[in-house]
T-cell receptor, first 111, second 115 residues
Framework: GQSLEQPSEVTAVEGAIVQINCTYQ??????LSWYQQHDGGAPTFLSY????GLEETGRFSSFLSRSDSYGYLLLQELQMKDSASYFC????????????FGKGTMLLVSP | DAGITQSPRHKVTETGTPVTLRCHQT?????MYWYRQDPGHGLRLIHY???????DKGEVSDGYSVSRSKTEDFLLTLESATSSQTSVYFC??????????????FGQGTRLTVV
């Protein structure tokens, strides 16, 4: 089956660095994406890794290692507004490009 | 931002009644998706579409049907609503970029309560 595992909750303080891991038990996917969702809002796209390695977008970076079946989202210089849920997602070529999400990690940033 | 809207935003309905949720996108995206979001379950795929009149089931499709008669519209129908279908429903469309990068754009969600 296709499954993505994420920690359910992570806590950190303002200004810190936090890493949210995503491990998966699947293969043959196109790439790993990350989405952010604030409470009551819609998910919004953060990053996409098609290839192994690190992708950096401002304070956020995402990493993928297909050989280790592992990826992570790195958030630097945390701000209160980063408190949200973060989802990893993979896009599979079977089934005409379905997009499957992990269950999400709730990040709580405290002062 | 991609223009993707859902209607209604909130709905309360009675058990056994049919319900249709609408998703409209203005970006000419090929792929569209319907998800439900429940506490502890994340986003679960109900149905998806890969073109006009081309749809397929996701992991939680029982009790739901979809239709896509135009590129811009993707309808989700609960054939006979049950309390277990109380949830927040999100529609998404996917942009495909050169190099294989993709980005999903989500509607604002529909909060459905079945009483």
């Amino acid at each position: 089956g296709q499954s993505l595992e994420q920690p359910s909750e992570v806590t950190a303080v303002e200004g810190a660095i936090v890493q949210i891991n995503c491990t998966y038990q699947t293969s043959g996917f196109y790439g790993l994406s990350w989405y952010q969702q604030h409470d009551g809002g819609a998910p919004t796209f953060l990053s996409y890794n098609a290839l192994d390695g690190l992708e950096e977008t401002g304070r956020f970076s995402s990493f993928l290692s297909r050989s280790d079946s592992y990826g992570y989202l790195l958030l630097q210089e945390l701000q209160m507004k980063d408190s949200a849920s973060y989802f990893c997602a993979v896009r599979f070529p079977t089934g005409y490009s379905t997009l499957t999400f992990g269950k999400g990690t709730m990040l709580l940033v405290s002062p | 931002d991609a223009g993707i809207t859902q209607s209604p935003r909130h709905k309360v309905t009675e058990t056994g009644t049919p319900v249709t949720l609408r998703c409209h996108q203005t970006e000419n995206h090929r792929y569209m998706y319907w998800y439900r979001q429940d506490p502890g379950h994340g986003l679960r795929l109900i149905h998806y579409s890969y073109g006009v009149k081309d749809t397929d089931k996701g992991e939680v499709s029982d009790g739901y049907s979809v239709s896509r008669s135009k590129t811009e519209d993707f309808l989700l129908t609960l054939e006979s609503a049950t309390s277990s279908q109380t949830s927040v429903y999100f529609c998404a469309s996917m942009a495909e970029y050169r190099g294989g990068n993709t980005e999903a754009f989500f509607g604002q969600g529909t909060r459905l309560t079945v009483v």
